[in-house]
Each structure stands twice: as structure tokens, then as C-alpha cells.
């Protein structure tokens, strides 16, 4: 019988990010290239007698009840297997939190993979995916991992040939952005067709293993409305493109920059450079990791 398990949840970039419409019930129709990164938050699973879910984390103002994903994905595998055992839960964010980079929803991804494999719920990835779109769109992302390219609201994936390894240099500035806010002012723009990124053409340098090319065809339609709001974001990728980066975009509805290197020192001295030297101003949390394109949590 498992007890203990100790779980890695891996934040995600967005290397292309394409709206294409509004379905009926609200929900915007999208094409998107999903990469996962190394940057990781830390869940520990307890099992216990006592009934009921706790859930512990090392930032304060985070919710520790329903309101949270990693609770809520818990609560639905409990609730559907009768599960009277209890479970505590002890999460560390790493993944910058409301940044563009699914961290909620790799927490609940690893929570589901977790309960269901230390109650013995017998689900397949496959059959986890299914939930979880229930509670977030990213989350059956979060269960694959890797290189995708995801469509519909996000829950229609296609695995992509994994990118070639670099270092991924990820910038956080000091703001917040609403992602219904953001999606409801590119509902109300004309948009341009040069305006949308090639995904097709994207696919195809992923699928040759160019990375030049992939980082040529970086685009994200979410950029022109968060991208315009917070100059910020502009002047993030401008240093990261002056310091070596092949190329430098929001991720998701930002505010988070990343930027792709191929040379380590370059990116090494970008990110002392923004984390301890004159560009600290920019950004309040700064990471430099790589790709994830490992399939296993």
C-alpha cells in the first residue's frame, strides 16, 4: 500500500498561440504550441485515516480549500471512488503563479496522476485527460507533457517530435493579468492575418528539429492586447534579444517572457542580469531552466 509519494508538477511556454474563434458557450477555439519546462513545482501526497482533504502551502495567499485546482482535482477523484481515506497534501510553488504558464494546472495534473496511483484507481492517462478538461483546459496538457500541439479549448492534443534541448530563460514581472480580461479585448480587434502565427510552419521546423526556424515563427495574438497594456513585457524580450536570445514572447496571457539560448553563457549572464544587476527593475522572478520532453510524471 503507497503512503507517501512525492511528485514533480512542470510549468509549460506556449511557442505559438493562435485564437480562432468563439464557440457558443463562451469558450474561445485556439491553436497553440505547448512545450513543457524544467521549472517545477513540488506536491507531496500523505495518506491517512482520517477523512478529508488537507492541503498545505508555502505561500501565504494561496487558497488551501476548493478554490484551489490541486484540492478540486483531489475532491474528484475521492468523490467519484468513494474514497473514505483521508489525503494531505503539501505543495511548494516554483512556477510563478497567474503568469501564462498552467501552474494550477500542472499541480492538479500531478494530483490526479497521484491519487489515482496511490488508491489504486486503475485510470489511464487517457481516462485522467477526460477529468481533468472537466476542471481546466491546460490540465490534459499537464497529464501529457512534452512537445503538442493543442487545439479546440486546449484539450485536443497531438504529440509533436520533442525540441531540440536549450536553455529557456523565464521573466516574471511584478504585475497580474486577468486571462478573461485579456481574451474579451481580442475578441473586440480586427485581426490581421500577418497577425497570426504560422502553426503550420512551426510544426514543420519542430518536426525538422530546427530550432532557429522554430524561434523565427514565435507568436502569440494574446501579446497584442497584455503586450500593449504593460510595456514591460516589450522590454523584457528587447534585452533578452540584445543579450543573445534567438527570439523572446509572452507566454500564454503573460505577464511571463521567455526567451530561447543556445549559448549558456549568454543566457547565464541574461538572467544574473535580470535577477541581481540593472535589470532586477523588470522582473520580479526570474528562472533559467530548459526543455521537460519526458512523458513520465
Keep these: 500500500m503507497i503512503t507517501h509519494l512525492r511528485l514533480k508538477a512542470y510549468g509549460k511556454i506556449n511557442l505559438a498561440l493562435d485564437v480562432t474563434g468563439i464557440r457558443d458557450d463562451g469558450y474561445h477555439e485556439v491553436r497553440m504550441i505547448m512545450q513543457t519546462v524544467r521549472l517545477h513545482d513540488s506536491i507531496e501526497l500523505y495518506r491517512s485515516q482520517k477523512p478529508g482533504i ?72 487517457e481516462e485522467l485527460m477526460k477529468r481533468g478538461v472537466t476542471l481546466g483546459a ?28 536549450c536553455q529557456v530563460l523565464i521573466a516574471k514581472p511584478g504585475i497580474s493579468v486577468s486571462t478573461k480580461t485579456v481574451y474579451r479585448a481580442l475578441d473586440e480587434m480586427e485581426l490581421k492575418p500577418e497577425q497570426h502565427p504560422d502553426i503550420d510552419g512551426m510544426i514543420q521546423s519542430i518536426q525538422e528539429g530546427n530550432l ?11 501579446e497584442l492586447v497584455t503586450g500593449q497594456r504593460y510595456p514591460v513585457i516589450g522590454q523584457l524580450e528587447q534585452v533578452m534579444m540584445e543579450r543573445g536570445a534567438l527570439n523572446a514572447m509572452m507566454s500564454g496571457s503573460g505577464p511571463t517572457v521567455f526567451g530561447i539560448f543556445t549559448n549558456p553563457r549568454a543566457a547565464q549572464d541574461t538572467y544574473e542580469y535580470l535577477r541581481y544587476g540593472a535589470g532586477s527593475e523588470l522582473a520580479r522572478q526570474v528562472y533559467l531552466t530548459s526543455f521537460y520532453n519526458t512523458a513520465r510524471l
Design 138 to 165: 491546460d490540465i490534459p496538457y499537464c497529464l501529457m507533457r512534452g512537445t503538442a500541439l493543442s487545439e479546440g479549448i486546449g484539450e485536443k492534443l497531438t504529440a509533436l517530435p520533442p525540441m531540440p534541448q
Design 212 to 222: 532557429v526556424d522554430v524561434s523565427g515563427k514565435f507568436g502569440n495574438v494574446l
Design 54 to 125: 488537507r492541503l498545505e502551502t508555502n505561500l501565504y495567499y494561496l487558497p488551501v480549500n476548493e478554490q484551489n485546482l490541486a484540492y478540486k482535482a483531489a475532491r474528484l477523484l475521492m468523490d467519484e471512488f468513494h474514497i473514505q481515506e483521508g489525503l494531505g497534501m503539501r505543495l511548494r510553488k516554483f512556477i510563478p503563479v497567474a503568469a501564462g504558464m498552467a501552474g494550477g494546472s500542472s499541480d492538479a495534473a500531478a494530483v490526479l496522476f497521484g491519487v489515482n496511483r496511490m488508491f489504486g484507481l486503475g485510470l489511464s492517462r
